[in-house]
């Protein structure tokens, strides 16, 4: 990335955002759509020490089934870089979908 802004190269730039746009899609797919409800999963007793600040203190809003939507707005943060946390936590199972 350094490099694409550095050099202010347009090809780099172009696929530099084209990476992004995959990426964010790719996690947005992960999380699912933003009335999808969430819940504490069952690895977050094994886990909860191993939680980033930022993780541990998402992880703590969520009480009851809460929507995805509901998540990133509280939480402060970007929404990409919340959506990420959030399909990382779901993979390791501190996270869970509920039916």
């Known amino acids: ?16 955002a084209s990476g992004t746009r ?3 899609a790719i996690f947005e797919a992960r ?4 009335n999808r ?3 504490v999963g069952p690895a977050l007793h094994e886990l909860r ?3 980033s600040p930022r993780a541990a203190e998402l992880v703590a809003t969520v009480d009851e089934p809460t929507p995805v939507d509901e998540l990133v707005t509280n939480s402060g943060m ?10 990382g936590l779901l993979r390791r199972g501190v996270l869970s979908v509920q039916r």
């Open 22 to 24: 995959t990426l964010d």
């Open 78 to 87: 970007p929404r990409r870089d919340c959506v990420r946390l959030i399909a």
């Open 31 to 34: 999380v699912g759509p933003p």
């Open 1 to 16: 990335m350094e490099l694409a802004v550095y050099d202010r190269s347009p090809a780099a730039l172009r696929a530099l």
């Open 37 to 39: 409800k969430l819940a």
């Open 49 to 51: 020490h191993k939680l």
